[in-house]
């Protein structure tokens, strides 16, 4: 049972603000890939937008630009494996779904394909051309046109991350394969 929720599109930002890890899917036809990306942010609330950084040799960028269109995923701490393994081959070589048996869901806009077993939130992004920095950063920019996240650890606009939840931590790359999942939450107190 999906315990998934739609996020309003004025708390999509809140997804991606802490900088998680993230699972970047896309498709094109009868073509689907995902691969993982450490390199995105939040650039605007109101419409919602992200810049992510999608290297122009991967077959994601390739997908991303013929479909005008990508996904966000934000994998949770007990998907870890599955977001390494995508982020160390290639879609072009293989269904990486298929491989590392990652469920998909379609998405309710776009009808990208988006994971919501291990992952505790997704974006549909339509794709907003800027061919220089495309080409000059690999940085892609995406307007989010919908979005979710599981209630058990995102709700009412904001992340809970306690000890219920700990396989929906987000995870936090250090580098080679190495990563941090998000720990207890504290709050600041006004000064
Ligand atoms: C944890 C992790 C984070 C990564 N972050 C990025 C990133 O931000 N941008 C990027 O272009 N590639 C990043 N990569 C590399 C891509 O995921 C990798 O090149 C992948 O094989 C591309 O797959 P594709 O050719 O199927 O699209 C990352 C890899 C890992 C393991």
């Not at 739609?6 to 802490?18: D, T, W």
């Not at 990208?112 to 505790?120: D, M, N, R, Y």
Request: charged share 15%; proline share 6%.
């Amino acid at each position: 049972m999906s315990h998934f929720q739609p996020v309003a599109l004025e708390h999509a930002s809140r997804l991606i603000n802490h900088g998680p890890t993230v699972l970047v899917t896309s498709a094109d036809g009868s073509r689907r890939n995902v691969m993982a990306a450490a390199w995105s942010m939040p650039v605007e609330f109101t419409p919602p937008r992200i810049a992510v950084v999608i290297d122009k040799h991967t077959f994601t960028r390739e997908l991303a630009m013929a479909s005008g269109t990508f996904g966000i995923c934000v994998p949770g701490a007990a998907f870890i494996d599955h977001t390494y393994a995508v982020g160390s081959s290639s879609g072009r070589e293989m269904d990486k779904f298929a491989k590392y048996g990652i469920e998909t869901v379609q998405g309710p806009v776009l009808g990208l394909p988006l994971v919501e077993t291990g992952c505790a939130a997704w974006m549909e992004c339509r794709l907003i051309r800027e061919p220089h920095t495309e080409d000059a950063y690999d940085t892609c920019f995406g307007e989010v046109v919908a979005a979710a996240a599981d209630s058990r650890v995102f709700a009412n606009g904001h992340w809970n991350f306690d000890g219920s939840n700990a396989g929906l931590h987000t995870l936090h790359h250090l580098g080679a394969g190495i990563f941090v999942p998000v720990s207890n939450q504290v709050r600041a107190k006004p000064l």
